[in-house]
Structures are given as C-alpha cells and as structure tokens.
C-alpha cells in the first residue's frame, strides 16, 4: 500500500505535469505580471540574468498551485521535515512571535504549530483574510475535529483599526502569534504612514518594513522566532527554525525594533538566494522599495544616433495597448503603436530626433528612455 508521503509526492507530480500543459503567455495580464516579477528580482537580485526570469516565474506559480494544494490536503503538515531550532515549534509555557516569509509552502507553519497544540493567532493582510481565510480555517478546523484538538485559533485583519490592541492582549494572555514579515500587497506604506516603517536591507535594495513586530515583542517580552519554509527538489517541505531574537529588559525600543527587523531580512536572505522561484514576494516587493535618489547626470548634449534604453524600459501590451515600463520606478505610460514600432526598431532609423520632432525627442532623453 502507497505510504502517505508517496501519494502526495505522486499528486504535486500530477499537478507540475498538468500546469506545463498551459501555455501561460495567453493567459490575461500575464505578460505585465511577468515584466514587473522581472524588474523586481533585478532591483534586488540582479546577480540573475533576464534571460532566467520567465523560468523563475512560471516556477513560482507552479509553487503557488502546490501551496494551494497543501492547504487542502490534511496530511501535508504531517510530512513537513523541520530543520534547526525546532523545540520552539512545540507547545511550551509562554509566547512567541513566529515570523515567516512568503517562501515555499508557507501556510504550512500555522498547521504545524497548531497541530503541536499552540494556541495561535494568524496576523493576515485584510485582501488575504477574504480570500484566504475560509480556507485556512476550514483546514484548521478540519485537523481539530481529526486530531481532537483543543487549542486556540483566530485570524486578525491587520488592517483593523483595533489589530495592535488585540494581538498585544492575545500575546499578554500567553497565545502566540505567527506573521508575515515581507508583508503583503494590502500592507505596503501609504502617506502618512511613515512613523509605522524602517528602512532595511534586502539585497541590492532597501526595503520598507512595519515595524509592529518589534514593538509588539519589547513591549511584551516574547521572543521573536524566525521559520523559513522551502520546498525541497524532491519536494519535501521543510520548516527551518532559526536562534530566537530576544528583547533585552529596559532596552531602547526603537533600536530593538531596528535591529530584529534587520536581523530578520538578513536571516531570510541566504534562503532567498537559493530558492528564489519559491518566493511570492516577488509578485509586490515594488510595493515596498524605499525610493532611490536621482541620480545628477551632468548634461553633455543628446547623442546623434540614440538607442532604446532597455536596461531601464520595457514594452509590453496591456489590454491590446502598447507600454512603456518604467522598471526602476515602476510606472506605466501608454503609447502609441508608432512609438513602439520605432523603438523597437530603432537602430534602423538615420534620425529619431528628425521623426519625432525636437519637443518628444527631448523628453524621450530626459526620461532615459533613450540613451
């Protein structure tokens, strides 16, 4: 008889053989997502050659169907391998603050830990709770009814006007809390917000981070425990429990929140290095990009003979209509097909300046869109 973790081994290999059946460039909207996951895996990790892009991210929606699957399948918590520092996994006295990342199969750790009997409270971003959360509870409350569980189960809107209040009486009545450090498209900065985030290091890049977390575990002791989750090539899921990051009694708050949020993207970054199709964050880190300066670039005078700067543009259509991609400032402009047409054609043409008129060839130059 098949043991449990062939016949899920067998189910992700049917599912891998059905997604490479798609022929994914017809699918709407793909090519925009597609064009935006590329300048984001530039902006942080340019070591990644553009030509490896589109690989990287038809695996990661392929990684997307698998999550999607091991939230429906009861057993797949049963069959994750952990890996490190993993008595903080297990039912002890007192609080903890998991954080995780976006990173391979990561709902996996809530049913985990519940199903070790931890009394957990899930900090999810308000879009996430409407079309996840049934979901998630369903699965939850499926194990309880099959294991005979007991233990606490509550999802919180971190959108909610009152979530702080909330996980902070949680957390204070002994129940831990598991977050998304990467945050997620409905928690990126808004204006005004600026006293609520840090400045971080990821990569190339830095990175906005809300600093909640932080002030969450100095204000009640609890300690901050990292878990990366990634799928293994045989994919095997695997939880990597990583050292706790303690507050230190009557220390500087914000220089503890500075300093566990960085320490926390430093952990994820050697993960993310090696398993980078695994990553959804991939899909809106733009979001979260502290903006970079302008740079002053001395005027020396338009080129005779200009090229189409692809380094910082791209083209594509959105709904059969021609863009232009900004992918270090994440902006669209429409255009028309004869702009198209002459950029990508460019290097045929004896005068720019003379087909487009002085004015447009200007601030073509001006944008970069031309060098």
């Given at each position: 008889m098949p043991s449990s973790l062939r016949l899920y081994k067998q189910e992700l290999t049917r599912c891998r053989d059905h997604f490479r059946q798609l022929n994914l460039q017809k699918e709407r909207g793909y090519l925009m997502k597609l064009t935006t996951f590329s300048a984001n895996v530039e902006n942080i990790m340019p070591s990644i050659s553009r030509s490896e892009h589109e690989t990287l991210f038809q695996e990661l929606l392929l990684q997307q169907i698998f999550t999607n699957f091991d939230q429906k399948c009861l057993t797949a918590g049963d069959l994750v391998k952990t890996r490190g520092a993993q008595e903080y996994l297990a039912k002890q006295d007192g609080p903890r603050i998991y954080c995780t990342y976006h990173l391979g199969s990561y709902r996996l750790l809530t049913s985990v830990l519940f199903r070790r009997g931890v009394d957990c409270i899930l900090l999810v971003g308000n879009n996430m709770n409407r079309t996840q959360g049934d979901d998630m509870?369903?699965?939850?409350?499926?194990?309880?009814?099959?294991?005979?569980?007991?233990?606490?189960?509550?999802?919180?809107?971190?959108?909610?006007?009152?979530?702080?209040?909330?996980?902070?009486?949680?957390?204070?009545?002994?129940?831990?809390?598991?977050?998304?450090?990467?945050?997620?498209?409905?928690?990126?900065?808004?204006?005004?917000?600026?006293?609520?985030?840090?400045?971080?290091?990821?990569?190339?890049?830095?990175?906005?981070?809300?600093?909640?977390?932080?002030?969450?575990?100095?204000?009640?002791?609890?300690?901050?425990i990292p878990v990366?989750?990634?799928?293994?090539?045989?994919?095997?899921?695997?939880?990597?429990?990583?050292?706790?990051?303690?507050?230190?009694?009557?220390?500087?708050?914000?220089?503890?929140?500075?300093?566990?949020?960085?320490?926390?993207?430093?952990?994820?970054?050697?993960?993310?290095?090696?398993?980078?199709?695994?990553?959804?964050?991939?899909?809106?880190?733009?979001l979260f990009l502290e903006p970079e300066l302008a740079k002053n670039t001395r005027f020396s005078g338009w080129p005779t003979r200009p090229t189409f700067n692809q380094d910082r543009y791209s083209l594509c259509d959105l709904e059969q209509a021609p863009i232009l991609f900004d992918r270090r400032l994440y902006q669209t402009y429409e255009i028309t097909e004869d702009l198209r047409d002459l950029l990508l054609n460019i290097n045929s043409v004896d005068s720019v300046e003379g087909l487009v008129g002085k004015e447009m060839f200007g601030e073509l130059m001006e944008m970069e869109v031309l060098r």
């Amino acid at each position: 008889m098949p043991s449990s973790l062939r016949l899920y081994k067998q189910e992700l290999t049917r599912c891998r053989d059905h997604f490479r059946q798609l022929n994914l460039q017809k699918e709407r909207g793909y090519l925009m997502k597609l064009t935006t996951f590329s300048a984001n895996v530039e902006n942080i990790m340019p070591s990644i050659s553009r030509s490896e892009h589109e690989t990287l991210f038809q695996e990661l929606l392929l990684q997307q169907i698998f999550t999607n699957f091991d939230q429906k399948c009861l057993t797949a918590g049963d069959l994750v391998k952990t890996r490190g520092a993993q008595e903080y996994l297990a039912k002890q006295d007192g609080p903890r603050i998991y954080c995780t990342y976006h990173l391979g199969s990561y709902r996996l750790l809530t049913s985990v830990l519940f199903r070790r009997g931890v009394d957990c409270i899930l900090l999810v971003g308000n879009n996430m709770n409407r079309t996840q959360g049934d979901d998630m509870t369903e699965h939850i409350e499926a194990l309880r009814e099959k294991h005979g569980l007991t233990n606490v189960f509550r999802v919180v809107e971190a959108g909610h006007p009152s979530a702080g209040l909330t996980v902070l009486r949680e957390l204070k009545a002994g129940r831990s809390l598991i977050v998304f450090v990467d945050g997620s498209p409905e928690t990126a900065p808004e204006p005004g917000e600026e006293d609520k985030f840090l400045s971080v290091p990821l990569g190339s890049r830095r990175v906005l981070t809300r600093k909640g977390v932080g002030y969450l575990s100095h204000a009640t002791g609890a300690p901050i425990i990292p878990v990366v989750s990634y799928r293994q090539p045989d994919l095997t899921n695997v939880l990597h429990c990583l050292d706790p990051i303690r507050p230190i009694r009557n220390s500087d708050r914000d220089m503890y929140c500075r300093e566990a949020m960085t320490q926390l993207y430093k952990a994820f970054w050697p993960y993310l290095k090696r398993y980078p199709a695994q990553w959804e964050g991939w899909t809106f880190i733009h979001l979260f990009l502290e903006p970079e300066l302008a740079k002053n670039t001395r005027f020396s005078g338009w080129p005779t003979r200009p090229t189409f700067n692809q380094d910082r543009y791209s083209l594509c259509d959105l709904e059969q209509a021609p863009i232009l991609f900004d992918r270090r400032l994440y902006q669209t402009y429409e255009i028309t097909e004869d702009l198209r047409d002459l950029l990508l054609n460019i290097n045929s043409v004896d005068s720019v300046e003379g087909l487009v008129g002085k004015e447009m060839f200007g601030e073509l130059m001006e944008m970069e869109v031309l060098r």
